[in-house]
């Protein structure tokens, strides 16, 4: 199956150490920097993954515009993502883009990830060591079992 992941990973590459683990593991996975990409066609693929870290409690803006110019109506989706803080409403903001395309969300895999952003830099960042070698298998495992459509 025929799989892109569009994805923004800066500052520590949490979200990239998953993303390099999933290619690896099928060679069917072109992975997509929206930093560099400029406008993509998407329609070839049979699902899109939409990957970030999360900056603000939400996806990085960079994913979230990216998402809304190239992602194809109807296109079946899954989102990945790491965050240093505790779990929140992270999806609103890029869900707001897949149901305007009328994507069929097939999953969401998250996990923890180094954070030194803010106040979090003056105690030497949060989530020190992650991702673990167990949340990178885990990601691996979350493709591999996601349904077809």
């Known amino acids: ?34 930093t560099t990409a400029g406008k993509t066609n998407l329609s070839g693929y049979d699902r899109i993954g939409i990957a970030s870290g999360i900056y603000y409690s939400s996806f990085a803006k960079q994913a979230i515009a990216y998402a809304a110019e190239n992602l194809p109506e109807g296109k079946p989706v899954f989102f990945i993502y790491t965050h240093g803080a505790p779990a929140g409403g992270f999806l609103k903001g890029i869900r707001a883009v ?52």
């Open 1 to 34: 199956m025929k799989t892109a992941i569009l994805f923004y990973s800066k500052h520590h590459g949490n979200t990239k150490k998953l993303l390099d683990a999933i290619a690896a593991a099928d060679p069917d996975v072109d992975l997509v920097d929206v």
């Open 98 to 149: 897949t149901e305007s395309k009328r994507s069929k969300e097939l999953g969401e895999y998250r996990c923890q990830g180094f954070d030194t952003f803010g106040p979090f830099k003056l105690v030497g960042g949060i989530a020190k060591g992650h991702p673990t070698k167990s949340e990178v298998d885990g990601a691996v495992k979350f493709y591999r079992e996601l349904p077809d459509k």
